[in-house]
């Protein structure tokens, strides 16, 4: 898959090509079967699939630490569109010039001058430019004008439910890991890079990968049962925490994975945490003690778990 970062990289070559617009997170079932009917149509056009997304995501833009917390960033979200078939990602840098720009000039200069859409799939709620006042019908008008179709997604139902990013949020919130991953399709996973933290877990008995998780908002708080991997490793089954660290006054939402029967060094990897299943919610300790004996029955429940008893 080609990966267009800016619109600025928008070359004559890329002009021509089968067109889906939004946010696509967490790449759920529901934007699987929109991506599956695109890339269909793109075979059948003898064009590219093409998926334009924005970083930052609008709402995020918009609404700041209120914003929906994020289930994918941009790099986990180029993965798992590639495997779905995708030719070319147009990542757009989602700023207030590019927001109140008229809706007329997002149709007549990106869609159609540079990425010469001849096909075009979006949501029937989609709105873009200056005040929002571009919608699905004004995108049906200029299809009539420049000679594109326009095509509206249709909502993909699981038994009663409706397929969403809402809906997969909510689930993670309540820890409902096993009907997130019905909703996505795959395992939800954290990725990042392990960076050097406070090293308090080595003190205590239980060395940590302390990850960054750059997200304003995280969409999972809590202690779970992980398996972890990096290019080229095993799967390494372990214990995570996702939170604030309320026992060691913790100011900065992050993953802290300790990994069962792994002695290696992972500084500086990036890492994906696959989270299989919640233990508990995150709470503070009176002492480190404490902390140490909750952690190693936290690790004992998560080997039980895995069929992996340490007894």
């Known amino acids: 898959m080609e990966l267009i970062r800016g619109i600025h990289n928008i070359l004559s070559s890329h002009h021509g090509c089968v067109l889906t617009i939004g946010n696509f997170d967490g790449v759920h079932r529901g934007h699987a079967q929109v991506i599956a009917n695109l890339v269909q149509k793109a075979k059948q056009l003898s ?3 093409t998926l334009m997304t924005f970083e930052p995501q609008p709402q995020e833009l918009f609404s700041g630490d209120n914003a929906p917390a994020r289930l994918s960033l941009l790099r986990d979200k180029v993965m798992l569109l590639d495997e779905l078939g995708v030719e070319r990602l147009v990542c757009v840098n989602f700023n207030r010039t590019f927001a109140n720009q008229p809706a007329e000039h997002f149709i007549e200069e990106l869609l159609v001058r540079k990425l010469g859409v001849k096909y075009l799939v979006v949501g029937d709620d989609f709105c873009f430019g200056q005040g929002r006042k571009g919608n699905f019908e004004m995108l049906v008008q200029a299809g009539i004008q420049y000679g ?9 139902m699981l038994g009663s439910q409706r397929v969403s990013s809402t809906a997969v949020r909510e689930q993670l919130a309540k820890g409902n890991l096993e009907q997130a991953r019905r909703l996505l399709g795959h395992p939800f996973t954290l990725s990042g890079r392990v960076a050097h933290g406070q090293k308090i877990g080595r003190t205590i008995g239980f060395p940590t990968a302390n990850i960054a998780l750059k997200r304003n908002v995280v969409p999972v708080r809590g202690v779970f049962a992980v398996k972890c991997y990096w290019d080229n490793s095993d799967i390494y089954e372990g214990v995570a925490n996702i939170g604030f660290r309320p026992t060691v006054n913790g100011q900065v939402c992050q993953l802290e994975v300790h990994l069962f029967d792994f002695e290696g060094d992972i500084y500086g990897k990036h890492v994906e945490v696959e989270l299989v299943a919640k233990l508990r919610d995150e709470q503070p300790f009176d002492s ?17 778990l895995f069929g992996n008893d340490a007894g």
């Open 47 to 49: 064009l590219p699939s």
């Open 148 to 156: 594109f179709a326009v095509v509206s997604t249709q909502s993909f």
């Open 288 to 304: 480190l003690d404490a902390l140490k004996q909750q952690i190693l029955n936290d690790a004992n429940e998560a080997r039980a």
